[in-house]
């Protein structure tokens, strides 16, 4: 938590935060995750932030309902990670995460499937796609 700032913003599929304590809000209702970060591209923004891109894979390491020996692909995305310097400390500022792919499998609820259905919707609608 202490390389987050406080104003932390997380724009996920399951919704958005804003703030450390509506990040730990998010919940993902899964157990046994395993992040995979690649291809990480770092950058300056037009409003002269830094940022780094990347993709993420998740995998799934322990699920009563995966459908095949573990582990398995859950998610797929591609994050974007901004950061601020705060008293001479680089700091997360924003997590995006973009173009997630949740496995069919996943057994979440559909509230959830629904959820990052709209939440993409929103996005591309935004950014004219």
Known sequence: ?????DDIIIDHGMGQARGKA??????????GLRHLMT?????IDDKGQVNVLCHMTVFVAEAAHAPADLPMVL????DRYVFRNEDGRWKIC?????QQRLATWSGAPE????QMA?????RDARLGR
């Open 39 to 43: 291809n990480h591209v770092p950058y």
């Open 75 to 78: 998610d797929t995305g591609l």
């Open 94 to 98: 924003a997590i995006h995460f973009t």
């Open 118 to 122: 709209e939440t993409q919707t929103a």
């Open 111 to 114: 509230a959830i499937i629904a």
């Open 22 to 31: 509506e990040m730990e809000g998010l919940g993902v209702p899964f157990v």
């Open 1 to 5: 938590m202490e390389l987050l700032t």
